[in-house]
């Protein structure tokens, strides 16, 4: 169990609670008595290194250039009895770990996933990273990795996304992006199974396939998913599902490479007897249907049971729903597999579609349940009318047409 002292009080991630619970928080999970305080994560103590020579380039549509990292990374070690180093910024290389190390052996390991974007207008911008930052910590403390100030890493993510972002996405070409992964591992070296007492905090950049662009430009447009089923469960009341933890991915992979050999794209995770509809792969699942009432309805599952992850897309498409949609009622509630179904017979189903920093907002064209491909409309058009259009204004955000308080500037020289 994370110290009670850094564990957040809310699954809500953009509460302004969340950088008061990590007060000290290096010292929080030390062993040194508190009047002697341990550094903390400070990004104003960054060293850089620059390499004598960056990359080469890697030649457009080659394998090696889909996914590619950048020239640099940064990196920040931290031990229970010395707390938070200065972090580094230096050339991208591999890592050198002892074979005991505690994060391949015990999962205690933790990332984030977030793009940068170079905007229409020239500019580079994230999309609220601070929420990003916020999980990071939730997922840090989830596996007894060490807390530190979320303000601070979205200070180093923007050191790494100006300096990269400069080459790697070039003011030429607007509307490209780059994908950051944050990462904290355990790092102690004997094969003991206990909270690691030193770890590695990285932050690298890597080009990434747009994986919306290649569902739209299918024949037939829109995600395949496959209900999972009885025999797999991704996440659990009282597990880690709403943490973004190594250790629910690995043991998801089997049923991932199932739907694949039957021709679909991600598994749609179900929960329980009743078939609860809880997300799909690395995305948040959304549905749209008229309710029995007639009345228009988008739903998506709900934090509360802590099996779901707190996604940063799921988060904002709410958002612009309920301010930008006034004919739709946005319910974050519990729903089955049955209820989609059944709106399907009925013909009240709208559409359905997955949210994610990989997928961004992508429609679902089928749901594989029970043996039986369900037909999911799209209510307009290819894309779906409510799916294309949170799409089109998460966007204008993201590259600028939009100058919306989401779209954090990244400052460059
Ligand atoms: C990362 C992830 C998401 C999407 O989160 P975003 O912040 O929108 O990228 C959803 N579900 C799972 C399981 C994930 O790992």
């Not at 399907?344 to 992508?362: D, I, K, M």
């Amino acid at each position: 169990m994370a110290p009670s002292a850094i564990e957040p009080t809310t699954t809500h991630l953009a509460a302004a609670d969340i950088s008061k619970t990590i007060s000290n928080t290096a010292n929080s999970i030390s062993k040194l008595p508190s009047n002697n305080p341990l550094p903390e994560l400070d990004a104003s103590l960054l060293t850089i290194t620059p390499p004598t020579k960056l990359k080469p380039m890697p030649q457009p549509g080659t394998p090696e250039a889909a996914r590619c990292p950048t020239d640099h990374m940064i990196s920040a070690s931290w031990s229970s009895t010395s707390g938070w180093s200065a972090p580094s910024l230096h050339a991208y290389q591999n890592l050198s770990l002892p074979p005991t190390t505690s994060c391949l052996h015990y999962a205690t390991q933790c990332f984030e996933g977030l793009k940068l974007y170079r905007g229409h207008d020239g500019t580079l911008r994230l999309f609220r990273p601070n929420l990003n930052c916020a999980r990071m910590l939730l997922s840090a403390t989830r596996v007894a990795l060490p807390a530190f100030p979320p303000a601070e890493l979205e200070k180093l993510i923007l050191k790494l996304a100006a300096l990269d972002g400069e080459r790697w996405l070039p003011r030429s070409e607007p509307g490209q992006y780059l994908y950051i992964r944050p990462t904290l591992i355990g790092m102690d070296a004997d094969i003991g199974i206990k909270p690691p007492n030193s770890a590695l905090l990285y932050v690298l950049m890597t080009t990434l396939p747009n994986l919306a662009d290649r569902v739209a430009s299918r024949a037939q447009p829109g995600l395949r998913l496959l209900a999972s089923e009885d025999d797999a469960c991704r996440a659990w009341p009282g597990g880690f599902g709403y943490a973004k933890v190594g250790a629910n991915y690995g043991p998801s992979l089997v049923a991932q490479r199932e739907a694949a050999s039957r021709g679909y794209d991600q598994i749609l995770w179900l929960f329980g007897q009743e078939g609860k509809v809880t997300e799909a792969g690395a995305s948040n699942f959304f549905v749209v249907w008229k309710g029995v009432d007639g009345g228009l309805e988008m739903v998506t599952a709900p934090l509360e049971g802590r099996i779901i992850l707190d996604g940063v897309t799921r988060r904002s498409v709410l958002e612009l729903a309920r301010e930008r949609l006034p004919e739709v009622g946005v319910v974050e509630r519990e729903f089955t597999m049955e209820e989609i179904s059944k709106a399907e017979r009925e013909e009240r189903l709208v559409e359905a579609f997955a949210v994610g920093t990989a997928y961004f907002v992508s429609p679902v064209a089928a749901i594989g349940y029970k043996g039986v491909d369900m037909r999911v409309p799209t209510s307009e058009g290819k894309t779906g009318k409510y799916a294309g259009q949170l799409k089109a204004w998460l966007e204008d955000i993201k590259y600028g047409k939009d100058e919306h308080a989401w779209g954090v500037v990244v400052p460059e020289n």
